[in-house]
């Protein structure tokens, strides 16, 4: 299936969850996750089925002053 990570386009198998997003984009935590715009908790990244052409957004936060 076809996503996008922060707006770049990614491949995932067939039934792929978040948490198999996460693993590819390769981001360290801290960071929230979003789907289509909607928060996933932590708790949920291995549940949270994604479907062609979804929108996955990952931020980490910044630091700094």
Request: aromatic share 8%; glycine share 4%; charged share 20%.
């Amino acid at each position: 299936m076809h996503v996008l990570i922060n707006q770049l386009p990614f491949e995932l198998p067939d039934n792929a969850v978040l948490s198999m997003a996460i693993e590819r984009f390769g981001i360290s935590p801290p960071f929230a996750a979003a789907v289509n715009l909607e928060f996933v908790a932590k708790t949920e990244y291995d549940r949270t089925r994604l479907h062609d052409h979804d929108e996955i957004e990952l931020i980490a936060p910044i630091t700094g002053g």
